[in-house]
């Protein structure tokens, strides 16, 4: 979701100094010898602009593997992977983008509200397997709460690669981890709310294109054809901005099959720290408020017993 459509936005919209992406879409090799980049400078602390991002929000755009040393290319994904988690830097490395430096790659990870996304990870849980009730979910977020009603819970696994499956409690616990490994790092990177993307794309746009040294175009292109395309999305053809807006701006649908004890949980679960600096703060009166049958639609699923 996040880093595709952040991708597109930038290339359509941030002109960089050196950029291997044209205004007009060309790659470098095709472009005359007049119009190609000029070799990077020496001292220049970021060459390479890339994207990183939680499980989830996978990339499918067509990847031109012919780079142009001379550019500072937006890169698809992080070389160590884009849904592994940081520690994966320096010890993974993908192969399209193995002769890149990983000291001189910013990475950019895309954050979005733990609610959202876990309501995400029910349709499409990539390689994370955990144990739903596909009615209900992402109800009950403490997984515990399915052992009342059939036995043993299975903790929520992750296969980043085929030797290294990680576990977690719950999804709650590894939105906490993966992302608080960015937020915690002395490394330098971006962290991008997936909502300002959508909601104030070219205010957002304008200051990621800043800090990396580029300049904001006069004619920005919100790309309202897709927030996240692509076969490898739940094999649709992605969901549209607009309709992402729809969804992720209805409080209703934030909210949607989670009850009082789902918020209590989270409210004890989530990092503090990140909810407070990404404002993902959870209200139990304003979810009745917005839904006052909530708990009467839960029970009409078949969710009233967890």
Known sequence: TGTNFLMSLLRMNCQLPRECYLPTGEHPRYVPKERQVTPMDPGHKFPYFTMDNLVNEGW???????????????????????????????????????????????????VKDPLTWARSMCRVAYAAHFRKNPKCCPSPLDLRRLAVHGGAVRNFTVGYKKHDRRSYANLVEMWNEWYRAYADTPLPRLIVRYEDLLFEPRDTVRRICAC??????????????????GAGHGGSAGTSRASAISRYGSEATRYDLLDAKDLAFYERTADAGLVARFRYGVDDARRLAAAPDADASRARRGCGIL
Not at 64 to 72: E, G, K, L, M, Y
Not at 212 to 229: E, T
Request: glycine share 6%.
């Open 60 to 110: 499918t755009f067509a990847f031109q593997r012919t780079r142009n040393d001379s550019c500072a290319p937006h890169l698809f994904q992080v070389p160590w992977g884009k849904h592994n988690p940081l520690d994966f830097r320096g010890r993974n490395v993908v192969e399209q983008l193995a002769h890149f430096n990983i000291s001189e790659v910013l990475p950019v990870a895309v």
């Open 212 to 229: 990396v040294g580029g300049q904001l175009k006069l004619d920005f292109d919100p790309f309202a054809d897709a927030a996240k395309f």
